[in-house]
């Protein structure tokens, strides 16, 4: 019968697959969160206290979500010195959409051109925040596959998330991330310990496909992702448990096995009060916690609440977010540059927050550790999983690649320009007027755009979009790099200047490949 075959009839798996490489995009430009506060006439802290947010990136009307993913893919491959027939799977994970039909992915295949590679199999995949996660898990899944055929499996989310003039739009931001899959990676998945959760609900969502703006409950998104988080927790918990008591171990889980953890960020506060949360979880679900010494300390008066009725209980947040203060600073607050500084990404969110961990950490600091990883998009769908970082952290390892290729991000940040509240709201304004037009030239400059970024120069009549790249360095040719969507035209590619990682193999190991073959 189909699928009635032993495991072990199928070959070995692939040896700790996961993430061997990964890039970021964020725009060249921010707003000032202090400063947006005045324009908009609220009280001095409601955004950078109340929120956690300092600054926001925005595109203007010369990006958008294909130029964004260009822009990610490429950079990864050119610091990567990664050739495009080595990668064998490509998915999006997305909830900007500028076409009903057409894929990004399919725009991006316009980088593989030259290499004459068009066996790449994926799509894109959405669902509000939780679209990438749920690319990379179709990535895994397929290196872990019987259809894997040696090569990279390569993983793109990237979102623009803009809001409609009021109380939400300090929660916008945009960026990609990009992220190489394969075996024998420095951030391995755990197998076998993914917590999910689906529900319907509207809490958040985009019915009016004429506008890139959301409907937002903002309350019943909190309550559903706060929600969503202890049901994940739970599943995560009982899965580690059954794995651990096979072991003939009766330990129990809790925040401490993780070495850090990463959420899903609409805005740095929540994702604070959700770590809290998992204390409370910790502390309902012990036998007999110790509420004299050690972390539980003062909290009995807790010790009877259900979960459930305890999502705006401001007595429960106040007293958990302080017990878990420490934890805190050491496990998650390192996660969160990316979101503080460029606000939220929606699916490369939670992926912006691992890479900020890894790019403030050193090799040696975070080696063989456990991080927890949740990710949350709104309708709602949510997975708490965990990935185990390698013990190798010796120079010219993968992890070491993998540390040393995020080391700039931070510099990163601080080479954007500020621009002014009015001024950002305008670009607010002029996306809102033509992001859905034909016929149209963007107005916003490209020389405010990073070096190597692509940017859509285009709208034609038919909606056809059509694409430049910014040359990499001042040195280069003024002529960009031109792209369209029609797939008859040639990319001419612009050679790198700038310095590149060192190389990561062209395929797998032949060993890896036939692992899953036979």
Request: one cysteine or more; a negative charge.
């Amino acid at each position: 019968m189909p699928g009635s075959a032993s495991i072990s009839c199928l070959g070995p798996w692939p040896k700790d697959v996961g993430i061997i490489a990964m890039e970021l995009y964020f725009p060249s430009q921010f707003v000032d969160q202090a400063e947006l506060e005045q324009f908009d006439g609220v009280p001095a802290g409601k955004y950078t206290v109340g929120l956690g947010q300092a600054r926001m990136g925005f595109c203007s009307d010369c990006e958008d979500i294909n130029s964004l993913c260009l822009t990610v893919v490429q950079r990864l491959m050119e610091r990567n010195s990664l050739s495009y027939d080595s990668v064998g799977r490509l998915e999006v994970g997305t909830e900007t959409i500028i076409d009903k039909s057409k894929s990004v992915k399919t725009v991006i295949m316009q980088l593989f051109e030259d290499s004459g590679n068009t066996d790449v199999e994926g799509i894109d995949t959405t669902n509000a925040c939780y679209g990438g996660t749920a690319a990379l898990f179709n990535a895994v899944n397929w290196v872990e596959s019987s259809s894997w055929d040696g090569r990279y499996a390569l993983v793109v989310a990237g979102d623009i998330a803009v809001y409609a003039t009021g109380s939400a739009r300090p929660t916008g931001g945009a960026g990609a991330v990009a992220m190489l899959v394969g075996p024998n990676a420095p951030l391995a998945f755990e197998r076998g310990l993914r917590g999910t959760h689906m529900q319907h609900a509207y809490d958040f969502y985009k019915p009016d496909l004429m506008s890139e703006y959301p409907v937002v409950d903002g309350k019943l998104s909190i309550e559903c992702y706060l929600s969503a988080l202890d049901r994940c927790y739970s599943v995560f918990r009982n899965k580690i448990h059954a794995q651990w008591q096979r072991e003939s171990s009766e330990k129990r889980f809790s925040l401490e096995d993780f070495g850090f953890l990463v959420f899903h960020s609409p805005y740095c506060k929540l994702v604070q009060k959700s770590l809290a949360r998992l204390m409370l979880n910790d502390f309902l679900s012990h036998p007999n916690p110790d509420t004299e010494t050690g972390p539980f300390t003062g909290l009995e008066a807790f010790r009877d609440v259900r979960p459930e009725d305890t999502y705006f209980d401001r007595d429960v947040e106040k007293a958990f977010m302080k017990a878990s203060a420490d934890l805190f600073e050491r496990k998650t607050k390192p996660s969160l540059l990316i979101s503080n500084q460029n606000g939220n990404m929606y699916t490369p969110s939670v992926y912006g927050c691992l890479a900020s961990l890894i790019a403030q950490r050193t090799a040696s600091q975070i080696a063989g550790q456990r991080i927890g990883v949740f990710s949350y998009g709104s309708g709602f769908a949510a997975t708490l999983y965990s990935l185990r970082v390698t013990q190798d952290h010796t120079p010219g390892s993968s992890l070491d690649k993998l540390v040393s290729s995020l080391s700039d991000l931070k510099l990163r940040l601080d080479s954007r320009s500020k621009v002014s509240p009015a001024v950002f709201s305008e670009n607010m304004k002029l996306r809102e007027e033509t992001h859905h037009l034909a016929s149209y030239i963007p107005r916003g400059s490209v020389d405010d755009l990073f070096p190597g970024t692509w940017y859509l120069t285009r709208v034609d009549e038919k909606h056809r979009r059509e694409y430049a790249r910014r040359p990499l360095d001042h040195d280069l040719p003024t002529e960009p790099e031109l792209i369209h969507t029609n797939s008859g035209t040639k990319t001419e590619h612009i050679p790198s200047p700038a310095k590149k990682m060192p190389r990561i193999p062209a395929t797998m190991p032949s060993s890896e490949a036939a692992a899953v073959s036979n």
